[in-house]
């Protein structure tokens, strides 16, 4: 995607003219124009020059967006996109706006206060309409030539047979002036055949027009001015964050520590970080511990402590200790780099509902001055003075505002980006940003988005005799030496309660049953039940409290030291703290929210009813999760929610993907919408800030519709008893585009967290849907949810074979051996069950037995044969 700075645009009909310009040049594919940021985005082959003579021609001025070399790294990047986003027009139309209104005072001191009240002027001037009329006149000429911009472009417009809102307000003041200019001449011309000054008076004090043509310019630009520091503000989030970024980085070079350009660091360097300051890329910590403050990442201003092994990531800021880490991603690789390129994309993108006010606007002022045309015909027809009926054309073109139209919907798509990229929700497009609020079903991935991703001990049951602290002293030496991930889930619990780190001697893994070794010269055994029981008597009371743990999603294993039971703990990977409330406040929204893993039924089921969603399905493959997605978008619109690789086609597919920010780069590039702070409860902030942004969109399209749609027929005169003069038009529509603008900053004020005003949103009823509750693998998926036609194409154009294995005790050893099986040259997937022991896999080629083998015992498994 190429970017464009774009020039001479005021209004949303400039910005529908270039677009459609650029659309005809060969080689375009896509051309997206932002009024906003004065910015163009184009998709294609075609070369700059020829975009560039496409926006001259439609009567404006373009220039490729500064993109600096690749060798000048992120920080040019930022520093072309700072410039780009520098507010140059403000100061202008402030230094214009000083200078109008001095000499707009003195002209309304002539106008109003001499001819009004009375209040004094040089003796020449008193009793002299003619001069008079030259003095107006020639501040009127001064005034207008201060505000040159809108004739320039206004009649530029019209020349192109493209007219903007500057040719109205430059046929609104030019009208005014050539029509008091002509009242003047009559003037002259009357007192030179001897017309008594007395005369002349009715033409001065009710022909004369200047001050309106002076007014009308001077009131816009009071109005640009506002709408140009509202402007600013709605791209305040993007500018701040660019701002953050680093600059410079302290890194040890030579056993010395070197400071340097943020472009120089490279991956694996080592770069110190003192109390203070900011992280300059991301990296691994390999030496002290701190708190970080990850507010500028994840909108938390609550420090996160972080000590040797823990990432940390570029812009945060070091709070307390002295750390040293290893540069893992750096330039524009980094995960606030990409925060920042996430915002500027959104921005440069267009949301869907803009479309209504593009179409509206490529008509508009042509339309307003064939009606102004209308109007003032209409008038003369009817008898009115011709001066009457030239006031209310006059007042039609400068009242009509189709720059409310052209800002309704980006000034919000900005602020919403703003916010939620303050907050650590990240929309990639404008439409993402749009369309999250009318999602109707949540589709939620297991591991690592409902649940925390690895296994923690949730109990711990010791036999008769035995104290917990005894238990869990013994099974964190034994787990030690063991590399399982139920083994870490007990090491950080006895880590985590300091118990003392005892040595075990003889240690030794059975492959696929459990540990073995010695304690203080005392026999120790851990594993499963099948494993114990044939070493020691496991009580029934045991047994049974076992399964009931199985049965909640849990895995037990058991114990023994000198062929006597010490006990039980259960591992398992539980729900993070906030699922369970995240999935009610989805449901409060009127969503219906479905859990799809990969998991097996009974500890998916588990899981689901703890977070309360309303129906589980388990057991898919990737592809399976893709065809649970389309077969759930029959019922209506369906965002995925996921942080893993298998979670990518699922996320592409659904109407809307949002992926967990600790999760894999696939499943973040895969997504819509990032959620930074890895929390299930930010999927509800996310349809919470869309829908609010929505809202005010509407708000603003309303507003812009209600006031054109109001004001042109009280301007026309259709109102006997309710007349506007052209310079109140004039001020009228400009205030209306500042109005559009300082409507959207109120979502600067929306609490994209508080759940107390959500209400379900309004839809149609969802139709039943064919997927079924449980499935064991994704063919079977599909038999529910494709065609027949293509669920024999896909089966006969697969080869499928079954391993039998043992060993397997939790759903992490399912996810070692289905890694171990597709990393095979040959399997495609593979869908394995501890429970019926076996590993089902889908081949694109014959496998040998000897590779299956291999990669099952190399996972620490026992295989048993193909079936």
Not at 342 to 353: G, L, Q, R
Not at 716 to 739: D, E, Q, R
Not at 827 to 843: I, N, P, Q, R, W
Request: aromatic letters at 4%.
């Amino acid at each position: 995607m190429k970017q464009y700075v774009v020039t001479g645009m005021t209004c949303a009909s400039c910005q529908a003219h270039v677009e459609k310009a650029v659309a005809k040049v060969p080689g375009v594919q896509s051309v997206t124009v932002s009024l906003l940021t004065n910015s163009m985005a184009v998709n294609g082959s075609a070369s700059d020059d020829a975009v560039v003579r496409a926006v001259e021609a439609a009567g404006y001025g373009a220039q490729p967006m500064a993109r600096p070399a690749k060798e000048s790294g992120s920080s040019g990047r930022l520093a072309a996109e700072e410039e780009a986003l520098k507010d140059r027009q403000t100061p202008r139309l402030i230094r214009r706006l000083k200078l109008s209104l001095v000499f707009l005072v003195i002209l309304m001191y002539v106008t109003m206060g001499h001819n009004m009240w009375g209040w004094p002027v040089p003796a020449f001037l008193v009793h002299n309409h003619i001069g008079l009329a030259i003095l107006q006149m020639l501040l009127a000429l001064i005034v207008m030539f201060i505000n040159r911009d809108f004739f320039i472009s206004g009649f530029r417009s019209l020349l192109h047979l493209a007219p903007n809102m500057d040719a109205l307000v430059a046929l609104g003041s030019g009208v005014s002036f050539g029509w008091s200019l002509y009242v003047l001449f009559r003037m002259t011309w009357m007192a030179a055949n001897g017309t008594p000054n007395t005369d002349l008076m009715p033409l001065y004090h009710n022909q004369l027009y200047f001050e309106s043509a002076a007014m009308i310019p001077a009131f816009i630009t009071i109005g640009k001015t506002l709408e140009s520091l509202s402007k600013g503000r709605t791209t305040d989030a993007l500018k701040n964050l660019m701002k953050m970024a680093p600059k410079t980085a302290v890194v040890e070079r030579d056993g010395r520590q070197v400071e340097t350009g943020i472009d120089e660091v490279q991956p694996g360097d080592i770069f110190i970080v003192k109390p203070g300051e900011s992280v300059p890329v991301d990296g691994v910590i390999v030496e002290g511990s701190t708190a970080v403050d990850e507010s500028a990442l994840t909108g938390e201003s609550i420090p996160v402590d972080k000590t040797v092994h823990d990432q940390v990531s570029a812009a945060t800021i070091n709070q307390s200790g002295f750390i040293r880490a290893k540069a893992t991603r750096v330039g524009e690789d980094t995960t606030f780099s990409q925060i920042i390129q996430m915002v500027s994309d959104a921005a440069a993108t267009k949301a869907p509902i803009a479309r209504i006010a593009d179409k509206v606007s490529g008509v508009f002022v042509p339309a307003v001055i064939g009606i102004a045309a209308l109007v003032m015909a209409g008038w003369m027809i009817s008898g009115a003075a011709p001066a009457a009926a030239l006031e209310r054309a006059i007042t039609v073109l400068v009242i009509s505002c189709p720059c409310a139209l052209g800002l309704a919907t980006p000034v919000a798509i900005m602020v919403g980006n703003g916010l939620g990229a303050k907050n650590g929700v990240l929309f990639k497009t404008s439409e993402a940003l749009e369309n999250a609020g009318k999602i109707q079903i949540i589709a939620l991935d297991k591991t690592g988005t409902v649940t925390a991703g690895k296994p923690v001990v949730t109990d711990i049951i010791p036999a008769d005799g035995v104290s917990e602290k005894e238990l869990l002293t013994a099974a964190y030496a034994l787990e030690r030496k063991s590399e399982h991930p139920l083994a870490r889930a007990i090491v950080e619990k006895g880590s985590g309660m300091a118990l003392p780190s005892r040595d075990v001697t003889d240690f030794e893994a059975l492959t696929g049953s459990g540990l073995a070794g010695r304690l203080d010269g005392h026999l120790l055994h851990g594993g499963s039940a099948a494993f114990i029981s044939a070493l020691t008597e496991v009580p029934d009371r045991m047994r049974a409290e076992a399964e009931a743990l199985a049965g909640s999603g849990k895995t037990p294993l058991y114990f023994e030291q000198d062929g006597k039971l010490i006990g039980m703990i259960a591992v398992a990977d539980v729900i993070k703290d906030d699922s369970a409330q995240a999935v009610k406040e989805m449901q409060r929204m009127g969503i219906e929210v479905v859990m799809l893993t990969g998991d097996n039924e009974r500890t998916a089921q588990a899981i689901g009813k703890q977070a309360g969603v309303d129906r589980v399905i388990a057991g898919v493959l990737p592809d399976g999760k893709e065809a649970v997605i389309r077969a759930l978008q029959k019922r209506g619109r369906v965002a995925m929610v996921g942080d893993g690789i298998n979670d990518a086609p699922a996320l592409t597919r659904a109407d809307t993907g949002i992926a967990i920010g600790a999760g894999t780069d696939v499943a973040i590039d895969s997504a819509d919408i990032v959620l930074m702070n890895s929390r299930l409860s930010d999927v509800s902030a996310a349809i919470r800030l869309s829908r609010a942004t929505l809202r005010n969109i509407h708000e603003n399209l309303f507003w812009a519709f209600a006031y054109n749609a109001v004001l042109i027929p009280v301007a026309a005169g259709l109102y006997p008893h309710l007349t506007i003069s052209p310079m109140w038009g004039a001020a009228a529509m400009s205030l209306s585009s500042f109005t559009v603008c300082m409507n959207a900053l109120r979502l600067n004020l929306f609490r994209l967290r508080d759940a107390s005003h959500d209400h379900p949103m309004r839809k149609r009823a969802l139709p039943p849907v064919s997927v079924p509750d449980q499935t064991a693998a994704a063919e079977n998926l599909y038999k529910k949810s494709a065609s027949k036609a293509e669920v024999y194409a896909k089966e006969d154009s697969e080869m499928k074979e079954t391993a039998k294995i043992e060993g397997m005790m939790c759903g992490h050893c399912e996810m070692h051996v289905k890694q171990a099986l597709e990393a095979l040259d040959g399997v495609e997937s593979a869908v394995v069950s501890k429970d019926s022991g076996t590993a089902e896999m889908t081949l694109t080629k014959p496998v040998e037995e000897s590779a299956v083998r291999k990669a099952v015992e190399d996972a620490g498994y026992q295989f048993k044969g193909i079936a």
